[in-house]
């Protein structure tokens, strides 16, 4: 089945400890994305990658880093969580951006106490 | 820079009642428009697109949107809503020389039975 997986779905830590949420793809999708979606904002993007080894900031990087080593996976990492980061992330990938449309992951709830 | 402007943040219908969104949009350039939805506690999934071609495009489950691009607007309809058309629906634009879809903050659909 086509899908974006992301782990953990629902997470619950405090300020500073260091997390990744993970994102695959089995699609082979070059595109891949991060939002964060906040109530009254809508989807801001945070970072994204047009392939392997290239990755790019969006509207709202601050706080957060990516990494694209192999083109499945767009791990999302948060090295120093703060409360303003509590947020509902989604992971989603597209064949190719440029008509393409995303596919979304199911979607990860991040709570910083 | 392009921005997506949903004006009806809440709407609610009866079971029956007929449905628009309005989704405006501003980029200069040729766009692609998408609108999305988000059933309550699930991702997001793609309602319809639109690429080229017939301004009035139509999606899954009775919806169709129709582009009129000289008032820049992407705007969602379906004659006669049901109960589980209860959603939050996002347009989204690509202007396809942008890298990113841009996601408006959404409408929250209520439809009482």
């Known amino acids: 089945e086509a899908q974006v997986t992301q782990n953990p779905r629902y997470l619950i830590t405090v300020t500073g400890k260091k997390l990744t949420v993970t994102c695959s793809q089995n699609m082979n999708h070059e595109y891949m994305s991060w939002y964060r979606q906040d109530p009254g904002l809508g989807l801001r993007q945070i970072y994204y990658s047009m392939n392997v080894e290239v990755t790019d900031k969006g509207d709202v990087p601050e706080g957060y880093k990516v990494s694209r080593k192999e083109k499945r996976n767009f791990p999302l990492i948060l090295e120093s969580p703060s409360p303003n980061q509590t947020s509902l992330y989604f992971c989603?990938?597209?064949?190719?951006?440029?008509?393409?449309?995303?596919?979304f992951g199911e979607g990860s709830r991040l709570t910083v106490l | 820079a392009q921005s997506v402007s949903q004006h009806n943040h809440h709407v609610i219908l009866s079971e029956a009642a007929s449905l628009e969104l309005g989704c405006n949009y501003s980029y200069g350039g040729t766009v692609n428009l998408f609108w999305y939805v988000q059933y309550p506690g699930q991702h997001l999934q793609l309602l319809l697109k639109?690429?080229?071609?017939?301004?009035l495009v139509k999606g899954i489950k009775g919806f169709e949107a129709e582009f009129i691009k000289s008032k820049f607007s992407f705007n969602l309809r379906k004659p006669s809503v049901q109960w589980s058309d209860t959603a939050e629906y996002f347009c989204?634009?690509?202007?396809?020389?942008?890298?990113?879809?841009?996601f408006g903050t959404g409408t929250r659909l209520l439809v009482s039975p």
């Open positions: 989603a990938s597209s064949f190719s951006l440029a008509p393409g449309e995303l596919f």
């Open positions: 989204a634009v690509n202007g396809v020389s942008f890298q990113k879809l841009v």
């Open positions: 639109y690429f080229s071609g017939d301004p």
